[in-house]
T-cell receptor, first 111, second 112 residues
């Protein structure tokens, strides 16, 4: 079964600085999708960014970008110009038929 | 607006008292699923459904039941809840594999 590993239970960043959240996954599939979800204290699950495995170009959404390394099975999230509203739990997820999530990284943003 | 409606948002119950968490969607999507979220474990899939009358176990199905009698609804049933089922539960739906999951607002369940 596919597994998703987030090795950083907690991360902290200074406001306006850049932070990178790590994610690795294990799969034998060649066609799949990767996601980063944000969960603020409201508990709502919010999609941050999505990456198709067949695309070599890294996805970007405003201040959020990914570093997708398919051979290494790595999918890190970079948040630039961090804002107080970025403080949340971040979940990495892998999907072929079903979606599997990592354990999450709690991001704190210091003013 | 596309929605996944999940109820209740909070539920406190006692061991052994049957309960149902409801989930409905207004987009006529085939795929629906249930997850539980626990600290340090992330979200783990309980059951999923690819279409009406088609359901299958996820990673942690023990102690749970689901039904999919119609496309719109996908209730989660705990026949005899136990304290280890205290968790945050999410229902989700989507149309295709490459789409993001659309999540409900979550149900915080406490079993005493």
């Amino acid at each position: 079964a596919q597994t998703v590993t987030q090795s950083q239970p907690e991360m902290s960043v200074q406001e306006a600085e850049t932070v990178t959240l790590s994610c690795t996954y294990d799969t034998s599939e060649s066609d799949y999708y990767l996601f980063w979800y944000k969960q603020p204290p409201s508990r709502q699950m919010i999609l941050v960014i999505r990456q198709e495995a067949y695309k070599q170009q890294n996805a970007t959404e405003n201040r959020f970008s990914v570093n997708f390394q398919k051979a290494a099975k790595s999918f890190s999230l970079k948040i630039s110009d961090s804002q107080l509203g970025d403080a949340a739990m971040y979940f990495c997820a892998y999907r072929d038929n079903d979606m599997r999530f990592g354990a999450g990284t709690r991001l704190t943003v210091k003013p | 607006e596309a929605q996944v409606t999940q109820n209740p948002r909070y539920l406190i119950t006692v061991t052994g008292k049957k309960l149902t968490v409801t989930c409905s969607q207004n987009m006529n999507h085939e795929y629906m699923s249930w997850y539980r979220q626990d600290p340090g474990l992330g979200l783990r899939q309980i059951y999923y459904s690819m279409n009406v009358e088609v359901t299958d176990k996820g990673d942690v199905p023990e102690g749970y039941k689901v039904s999919r009698k119609e496309k719109r609804n996908f209730p989660l049933i705990l026949e005899s809840p136990s304290p280890n089922q205290t968790s945050l539960y999410f229902c989700a739906r989507n149309r295709a594999t490459n789409e993001k999951l659309f999540f409900g607002s979550g149900t915080q369940l406490s079993v005493l």
